[in-house]
């Protein structure tokens, strides 16, 4: 049952060959076990999740359960879901007990019935790659332990990987959940742009910020993405769009398909290994009946540099609201309101936030706007035009998702710039506000790597399909972490 | 460009974040790293390229100005540094 698939486990519940409250003691039995060493959970509450178990399979009793009710899930620490510690890896939340759910929360255990195992280890606030900003400290990677899982979403992708959860959810600003798939050979999903609610996901930055689901295959994203995705009015970028059954076109073949290949992807900058997986998954990809053709994203290379602008910009806008006044951390000794302010965010913050914050902070001020800020805004425009004329020759775009494989804990811990590059592939996709994916594709030295692809605005279920004709024809998602058991 | 120390100190004061001469220095290191490889955005040339501010150019949707939220004020004030008689409370701000 640990590494079952989502249908699987579906029709197992439905075929009562187990119960949900079994279920779900397995997973916090497993969590129990290895969360000590893999610190992917910050807040298990066993009591609330068997609870919630026992009301799943009352509704599998009743005959109203729908395909996911009764599975366990685990809940990147981002969403605020009622009655749960909700802290967003970062000492200013590590009070909050959310009085409210998030969208995404509510869909998928209300609505659908997936039973949440707790909240996973994230980089503070979602800013970082390797979940080593997390203030409750680094997630290791179920891998090699002395090696990070990636990041932001590293918890939940340690979860998943070492099969403490049978899938998770994460959210991408820059590759939040197609890194730490990457890293750690899962199947990750960052959707299009309001397709998944932002209502009561902790804002970084507003107009990149999507959630996804983490799974061990596409056809388990596929499923997830059903139960996450739809327009809500309480988000104001949600997307008023028709449903999908993002799961509708798994099994249809690739004969014909156009895959593009960016020639910028394939350069310098990636190491020989994971460039060497990459190329073959293209290999397995034609023998499937998809033809390549080279694209170019000729801007791609300023896609760091304007992140860095509108990410932390937004940052210190959305971050503002975290004043010790309403909720949160408010620090012990102060003077005057000002004082307040400064030293509850001082002591409430992390390094990395603070960096961001007033990086935010002087790119839009007085006499830097338009240099930067707008600056930035344009090369974004930029961007997003290079994929919508490379998508005239292609259908999708195919590439690595990380430079590297999963490097070591404190690595590139010292050097802000470093790390940020580790997510070189896949900003741009969150600038033009694309879908993309990361499905595992072969190792490296022992390492996971991720195959990256990137389809047109709403091509999630071609993605999907994309994903899982090549996980049919291949078994490098099924690899599992050794000395996990 | 290079921030200086007194910049960095302005900055985190916009920010509302206090910090130390010592925690000012690495900021100082940080930042300027960082804006390092932000000035390869200097180079290009973006004149009449209309900035992009949200992945589908939609306008902010708008709503009927009705009520639609419930009264949840005693849950939100439940979670609260401090408050008193309903109010949240903050060091005098008013003499």
Redesign the interface.
Known sequence: MINASLKQLSQALAAKQISSLELTQLFLDRINRLNPTLNAFVTVDAEKSLNSARAADARIAAGNAGLLTGIPIAQKDIFCAEGWLTTCGSKMLS???S??DATVIRKMETDAGLVSLGKTNMDEFAMGSSNETSFFGPVRNPWDIERVPGGSSGGSAAAVAARLAPAATGTDTGGSIRQPAALCNLTGLKP???VVSRYGMIAFAS?LDQAGPMAASAEDCALLLNSMAGFD?RD??S?ERPLEDYARDLEKPLNGLRVGLPKEFFGDGCDAEVMAAVRAAIGEYEKLGATMVEVSLP?S??S???Y??IAPAEA?SNL?RF????????AEN??????????S??QG?GAEV??R??????VL?HGYYD??Y?????????I?NDFVEAFKTCDMIIGPTSPSTAFKLGEKAA???QM?LSDIYTIAVNL???PGMSVPCGFAGGLPVGLQLIGNYFAEAQLLNVAHKYQQATDWHQQRPAGLD | MS?TLD??QR?????????SEAEALT?QS??N??????????A?D?TG????????D?S??L?EDVVSEPD?RS??Q?????IEAGL?L????IE
């Not at chain 1, 004043?323 to 408010?330: I, L, Q």
């Open positions: 009070n909050f007990v009085p409210y299009t742009y309001g107009s009015e104001s970028t997307l801007n290379h300023l760091v540099p304007a860095y602008v210190s503002s004043d010790g006044v309403r909720y949160g951390f408010r102060y003077g005057n309101l000002d004082d307040m302010y400064m030293k965010r001082a913050f603070k960096r914050i007033m990086i935010g902070a002087y001020s240099a930067y707008l600056q930035a805004q344009r090369i974004r425009r930029l997003a050097d802000p710039v940020y033009a506000g694309l | 921030l910049q960095v900055i985190a004061h916009l920010a509302r974040i206090e910090v900021t940080h930042l790293g960082i804006f390092q490889l932000i000035e390869q955005m200097q290009v973006t390229v209309e900035p992009m501010a949200h992945a589908q939609l902010q949707r709503r949840q849950a939100f439940a979670i609260a540094p401090e949240y903050v060091p005098k701000v």
